[in-house]
């Protein structure tokens, strides 16, 4: 069943590999191999939550404590629940995806957008300035709209603050550089 999933999955038939995977997995419910394929299906088709309680499940077998990916997999979710305006549970997901993996960049990314489409300027820019404190490599993502929302606050001062930090980080961040440039 196994084999016959993967070609379902090459195949692009997410169905039918995710039926086989679940087959296998009636045979030997502990098959890490089926649970990562059946894991991979579910995010081919962006269904977060059930690509989250699998791999919830993989690392209960495996007795991994390692949840980057889990919160990986609930940020990918809290941004389709932003996309589809769903706010509230978008920040539910993305603080729960924080929770579980604090280094987990896309979430404080999102979750910063989200509270600015919210009008929630400060948390907006509360989210980003976690986002730099814990990943300056990926500040690129968000300094050109933080120093926006700086601007909105009158505190647009700030942003030379963490400009210099992202520097002190590594000095040859160039996407920094350009955009202190422009």
């Not at 690129?140 to 002190?168: N, S």
Request: charged share 35%; aromatic share 14%.
């Amino acid at each position: 069943q196994l084999s016959l999933g993967l070609d379902f999955l090459k195949a692009g038939l997410m169905e039918r590999a995710k039926e086989a995977f679940q087959e296998s997995l009636t045979e030997n419910p502990d098959n890490i191999e089926a649970l990562m394929y059946l894991q991979k299906s579910y995010e081919e088709e962006r269904e977060w939550q059930e690509a989250f309680e699998i791999r919830q499940r993989i690392m209960k077998i495996t007795r991994s404590s390692d949840f980057s990916i889990s919160s990986f997999i609930l940020a990918e979710w809290g941004i389709d629940k932003y996309r589809n305006g769903e706010f509230d549970k978008a920040i539910e997901i993305f603080d729960e995806a924080i929770d579980l993996y604090p280094e987990v960049y896309p979430a404080y990314e999102f979750l910063g957008k989200t509270y600015l489409e919210m009008g929630q300027l400060r948390k907006a820019a509360d989210a980003w300035e976690k986002l730099i404190e814990l990943t300056p490599d990926k500040a690129f993502l968000i300094l050109p709209d933080l120093y926006k929302v700086y601007r909105k606050l009158g505190t647009e001062k700030d942003i030379i603050k963490y400009c210099d930090y992202i520097l002190k980080k590594n000095d040859k961040n160039w996407r920094t550089y350009l955009f202190i440039a422009s």
